[in-house]
């Protein structure tokens, strides 16, 4: 994956009167790889994407987009990426597949309409209009609706949100096979999971600025403490145990006969509590590590207090 | 699918393909809308029927469908171009149609273009139901075609410059009332099937002014009075056009 990014933000600037939605924000985005944009409400997620959709003009910094600038070029890039809005986009009155048919005459060389009507469980919406469909009809058809004109990159901001897990794991399964042939997608998501399931690179946004980035096994590996967990006879000696680790490492006795020893958790740690335990005639039953999730990355990142 | 099936091969159709897509699928829309309906076609031919069949409104000297046709004809344009336009413009832009539209390869201006042809369209299946009423009436038009043809144009650019602002710019709801009280009282007030005559000297000359009054009576000094060129009711209409238009394109907002 050496090629050139297809979303390249330097600096980017967004301003809503006095309010900073997006304050110096830099972010690459890898050619054919799943990159999700995870942060709280209001860190600036959907306004990031939307300037790279050519929707709103950046008030300072650059942004290119496949190579070309979003606003000055948006002829071109719009018939090269595929949009799914966070909601709405379709005519109340239209039905699923009339709508996806008409997007597809708007392109060249659009999917098959059939197939993709078969692939995404919208063939059961038949002549209901759109705003008699359920939200997770609505979610596919826009998902569709972003992909039918075989574009190069696709933005999908939230696309799982107010899906049921059957319909979520056939959108993950869709984002995958356009990643095999080829397609670029960037999703914004609140969802960890799906971000741990999908992503190739996952940035964390929070107050307009990436505060960390990397493949999801990297962030949970870096930075946040990592546990672990063995059983043996109740009262054993913490104190010794503790001499034993190395400086920064915890060790409790949590409830009779549980210990968990939290730190960062890696072989040479590992190796040093079975060894403390054989030689003080310890069989640590149960051991285990913990990883941390990306969720506990996240909150540990962004803090834990509810935003607006 | 198989491996490559989504293999990206971008491209915007042609652009005639893209607008002749757009406009079908919004006449399509257009059609399918019960509430649209009601205000296109019902009421017109409704109030065509009714008034020239009962003696409810003196419509002056000769029969009551060569004064009614020209006015309902009017209304008709007034119907589509003006009131259903602003209310289906007003909910795409609230639910976000417009918006994504801006992503897809259609330009907006195509889309503009579109969403004119379509209500021409709807007019010409309008008018063609409206004239097969008014004959089967009795109504015997006078005038040239070419006078009708240039103030129906008129008439819908300028109704459609005034339903487009307001599309644009007010909450989809308020579209929707506002959109509706102005049907109302232009119907009642713009000459389509009250004579303008009947209200006071003053009043008269402010609702001429007025583009339904414009068209209604355009419509009528051709059609009814065999008129060439109503060149006053063509430079009403050609204002309200000229500034109608001037301020959509300056203030309409797409999200």
Redesign the interface.
């Known amino acids: 994956m050496r090629s050139e990014p297809v979303v390249q933000i330097r600096g980017l600037i967004k301003q809503y009167g006095s309010k900073t939605a997006v304050d110096g924000l830099d972010l690459d985005i890898g050619q054919g790889r799943v990159t999700a944009v995870l942060g709280p409400n209001g860190a600036g997620k959907t306004t990031t994407v939307e300037i790279c959709?050519?929707?709103r003009r950046a008030d300072g910094g650059t942004v290119r987009v496949l190579g070309l600038d979003p606003v000055a070029d948006a002829?071109r890039l719009?018939?090269?990426?595929g949009?799914m809005?966070q909601?709405?986009?379709?005519?109340?009155?239209?039905r699923a597949e009339?709508m996806l048919r008409?997007?597809a005459?708007?392109?060249?060389?659009p999917?098959d309409v059939d197939?993709l009507i078969e692939?995404l469980g919208l063939g059961g919406c038949g002549r209901t209009a759109y705003r008699r469909l359920s939200g997770g009809q609505q979610q596919r058809l826009a998902l569709a609706?972003a992909?039918v004109?075989?574009?190069?990159l696709i933005f999908l901001d939230e696309p799982t949100a107010g899906l049921d897990p059957q319909a979520r794991h056939a959108t993950w399964e869709l984002v995958r096979?356009?990643r095999?042939?080829?397609?670029s997608t960037v999703l914004t998501t609140h969802f960890m999971d799906e971000a741990e399931e999908l992503a190739d690179e996952v940035a964390i946004i929070d107050a307009g600025r990436v505060i960390a980035r990397g493949t999801p096994e990297q962030l949970c590996r870096g930075g946040a403490e990592n546990t672990l967990r063995f059983t043996g006879r109740p009262g054993l000696d913490v104190a010794s145990l503790l001499n034993a680790l190395p400086d920064g490492t915890d060790a409790a006795e949590l409830t009779p006969g549980a210990y968990r020893i939290s730190g960062q958790v890696n072989p040479l740690l590992l190796a040093t509590v079975t060894s403390w335990c054989a030689q003080h005639g310890v069989m640590p039953d149960g051991i285990s590590v913990e990883r941390h999730t990306l969720e506990d990355v996240f909150l540990e990142l962004t803090g834990k207090e509810l935003r607006g | 699918m198989s491996t490559g099936t989504y293999a990206p091969k971008p491209g915007a159709a042609p652009l005639g393909r893209m607008i002749a897509a757009q406009t079908a699928f919004e006449t399509r829309m257009l059609l399918r809308n019960g509430e649209q309906l009601l205000l296109t076609v019902v009421i017109p031919s409704l109030l065509l029927v009714l008034f020239s069949t009962v003696d409810i409104i003196d419509t002056g000297t000769g029969r009551p469908v060569d004064f009614l046709a020209p006015g309902v004809l009017a209304l008709a344009v007034m119907s589509t171009a003006f009131t259903g336009q602003a209310i289906a413009t007003g909910f795409e832009r609230r639910y976000g149609v417009l918006k994504r539209l801006g992503a897809s390869p259609l330009p907006r201006w195509a889309l503009m273009s579109a969403k004119t042809l379509s209500v021409l369209v709807t007019e010409v299946l309008q008018i063609a139901l409206l004239t097969a009423i008014a004959f089967a009436l009795g109504w015997s038009p006078e005038g040239d075609p070419f006078s009708v043809l240039l103030l129906l144009a008129l008439g819908t650019a300028a109704f459609s410059g005034l339903g487009l602002l307001m599309a644009g710019t007010l909450r989809a709801e308020a579209t929707l009332a506002a959109a509706n009280l102005v049907f109302l009282l232009l119907l009642m007030g713009g000459g389509v099937i009250v004579p303008l005559e009947r209200f006071p000297d003053g009043v008269e000359s402010v609702l001429a002014l007025l583009p339904i009054s414009a068209l209604s009576d355009g419509l009528r000094d051709v059609l009814q009075h065999g008129a060439a060129l109503p060149w006053g009711s063509l430079g009403v209409l050609a204002v309200w056009a000229v500034l109608g238009l001037g301020a959509a394109s300056r203030f309409f907002r797409w999200e």
């Open positions: 959709e050519g929707y002829a719009r018939t090269r990426i949009v809005l909601s709405g986009g379709v005519y109340s009155g239209a009339e008409h997007m005459k708007l392109h060249a060389h999917l197939a692939r609706m992909v004109g075989r574009p190069e096979e356009l095999a042939d080829g397609v």
